[in-house]
């Protein structure tokens, strides 16, 4: 009998045992516990693009600070929102992040009218990084040297005036379907698969003008083969302070610029999320990468990951009506 009652009791300490491990295994890691491997970093955009430049600098950075492995994985198409699908599939174990921004996460939703995510539902915030305006700019060999002269061109020959974007519905595009409206004229819009194409065309002259983020721009504007028309946010670029603001162009009022932040897949562990935005806005505080990230043209800025919380619902109700206006669709 006593045998028999050990036996069992022994069989029962087992099996909670095994359990108890099982539920260790499955848990999230404890917060000293992370990361214990390489951390992907998803760019929704092609290499050269504003969007992969701020990955690859946070990335590099982190890697350097933090002692994490931190690894750049381009996913592009679809306007970026392939690389949030990807991401809202992912693990939410904090193994598989994603740089969302404006157009794959506030705009995308509204063009795209079958993807099957929601960005305020289906990701987590972690980590805001930067905000950058849109640059109107030209090949310096153009014959535009202010904006004025491209309204007045637009004007004597309404859709003669072409500009370059990295894509239909990007935000970057609707900045130039915006302006087109506050102007008052009609400009032929070329789309590109991503900046870099965009701006190779625009250095060749083979469209007048470029609308890009400025860390797409930034290097070409540098070396002086890109003339800077104008800035679309409502202040001056600390990067570029000589350049005037659409609004200070005639056009009071215009401010568009967009934003990188970023995500997780939802249910990612707090504590994970927690340590994430720790680090990346512990390296935002540094002279060394606020002086990467205004050389690309771009503002540094930190906050808590329910800050970008309220920044994605906020701008995702606001485009709505934006997108709804210009008219642009995707199939």
Do not use: C
């Not at 970026?80 to 969302?100: F, H, N, Q, R, S």
């Not at 535009?144 to 370059?164: E, F, M, R």
């Not at 990067?239 to 005037?244: A, E, H, I, T």
């Not at 701008?315 to 995707?330: D, L, P, R």
Request: hydrophobic share 45%.
């Amino acid at each position: 009998m006593i045998r028999t009652l050990l036996s069992s009791f022994t069989a029962l300490a087992l099996a909670m045992g095994a359990t108890a491990q099982a539920q260790t295994s499955a848990a999230p890691a404890a917060p000293g516990a992370y990361p214990s491997k390489p951390i992907r970093l998803i760019v929704p955009f092609p290499p050269g693009g504003g969007t992969d430049i701020l990955s690859r600098l946070v990335a590099t950075k982190l890697t350097e600070s933090a002692k994490w492995t931190v690894v750049a994985d381009n996913k592009a198409g679809a306007g970026g929102t392939i690389g949030i699908g990807e991401a809202v599939k992912a693990a939410p174990t904090g193994y598989d992040l994603v740089m969302g921004q404006k157009d794959n996460l506030v705009i995308g939703p509204w063009l795209y009218k079958n993807l099957p995510w929601d960005p305020t539902k289906d990701l987590t915030p972690v980590a805001h990084v930067a905000y950058t305006p849109v640059v109107i700019a030209t090949s310096v060999n153009s014959k535009y040297k202010t904006l004025a002269d491209v309204v007045a061109a637009a004007k004597a020959s309404p859709g003669t005036v072409t500009y370059g974007s990295p894509g239909n519905g990007t935000s970057i595009h609707l900045a130039g379907d915006l302006f087109e409206k506050a102007a008052g004229v009609k400009l032929s819009h070329i789309p590109y698969k991503g900046s870099n194409p965009a701006l190779m065309d625009a250095l060749a002259g083979n469209v007048d003008l470029l609308v890009s983020s400025l860390p797409s721009a930034m290097g070409q504007i540098k070396s002086g083969k890109l003339r800077p028309l104008a800035v679309t946010s409502a202040k001056r670029s600390s990067s570029l302070p000589d350049v005037p603001t659409v609004a200070e162009s005639g056009f009071k009022g215009f401010d568009v610029s967009t934003w990188y932040g970023v995500f997780a897949p939802a249910g990612t562990p707090a504590n994970v999320v927690a340590a994430v935005n720790a680090e990346v806005n512990k390296l935002l505080a540094t002279a060394d990468m606020k002086a990467a990230i205004h050389a690309q043209g771009a503002e540094p800025e930190a906050m808590t990951p329910a800050q970008l919380g309220t920044l994605l619902k906020t701008e995702y109700v606001q485009w709505k009506g934006i997108v709804e206006a210009s008219g642009a669709k995707i199939e």
